[in-house]
């Protein structure tokens, strides 16, 4: 399966199609460096070295050039998904988030386990930008789904591998908006 298939024409991976494609301005940035990193930089270096491979003769026994030609295809393949993903992905800027006393996109939460009040932080991101290691969880991720609209004090109960859990909302927090360069 390609990175092409892992996502329907509607939505991102696993949601149903008409499904919103979230992702903050970091993670859209992101998916634009890494394009440009790929186009600019990666492939042009792997082209250089396939024509020199190619010069060389016989293509059949040549690793350069058959290493070459399968990492051109697969810096190709990862171009055209990251733009596909960038053409239909709604950035939503946390920083603009107008009602700060609610979880939505974007939003820092720390929250309680009920069972051993253990405080657990993350921030609510886009699919592509989840990364288990930072705190940043996917917005279609159980916990964030249900820390979704809540407020500070509330209740919510989050199903997890290990089964089902309350926790309580104890902190929400935003980035801050940025104005010109020097204003807050």
């Given at each position: 399966m390609s990175e092409d298939d892992d996502e329907g024409?509607?939505?991102?991976?696993g949601l149903p199609p008409g499904t919103?494609?979230?992702?903050?301005?970091?993670?859209?940035?992101?998916?634009?460096?890494?394009?440009?990193?790929?186009?600019?930089d990666e492939r042009p270096k792997v082209v250089e070295v396939v024509s020199w491979a190619?010069?060389?003769g016989d293509r059949?026994?040549?690793?350069?050039?058959?290493?070459?030609?399968?990492?051109l295809r697969q810096i190709d393949g990862r171009v055209r998904f990251l733009r596909k993903r960038l053409d239909r992905v709604q950035v939503v800027d946390p920083a603009a988030q107008a009602r700060r006393d609610r979880v939505f996109f974007g939003a820092t939460?720390?929250?309680a386990r009920m069972s051993d009040?253990?405080?657990?932080?993350?921030r609510i991101v886009g699919v592509d930008e989840a990364d288990a290691d930072r705190g940043d969880v996917?917005?279609?991720?159980?916990?964030?789904?249900?820390?979704?609209?809540a407020q500070l004090g509330d209740l919510r109960t989050v199903r997890t591998p290990g089964g089902v859990e309350q926790v309580e909302i104890i902190g929400i927090s935003y980035p801050d908006a940025q104005g010109p360069a020097g204003d807050p």
């Amino acid at each position: 399966m390609s990175e092409d298939d892992d996502e329907g024409e509607d939505g991102p991976p696993g949601l149903p199609p008409g499904t919103p494609f979230y992702m903050t301005p970091a993670g859209a940035a992101a998916l634009r460096e890494e394009i440009r990193t790929l186009w600019e930089d990666e492939r042009p270096k792997v082209v250089e070295v396939v024509s020199w491979a190619a010069a060389l003769g016989d293509r059949s026994e040549n690793a350069d050039y058959q290493y070459g030609k399968r990492r051109l295809r697969q810096i190709d393949g990862r171009v055209r998904f990251l733009r596909k993903r960038l053409d239909r992905v709604q950035v939503v800027d946390p920083a603009a988030q107008a009602r700060r006393d609610r979880v939505f996109f974007g939003a820092t939460v720390t929250y309680a386990r009920m069972s051993d009040d253990a405080e657990v932080t993350i921030r609510i991101v886009g699919v592509d930008e989840a990364d288990a290691d930072r705190g940043d969880v996917s917005w279609v991720a159980p916990v964030a789904r249900a820390l979704l609209g809540a407020q500070l004090g509330d209740l919510r109960t989050v199903r997890t591998p290990g089964g089902v859990e309350q926790v309580e909302i104890i902190g929400i927090s935003y980035p801050d908006a940025q104005g010109p360069a020097g204003d807050p």
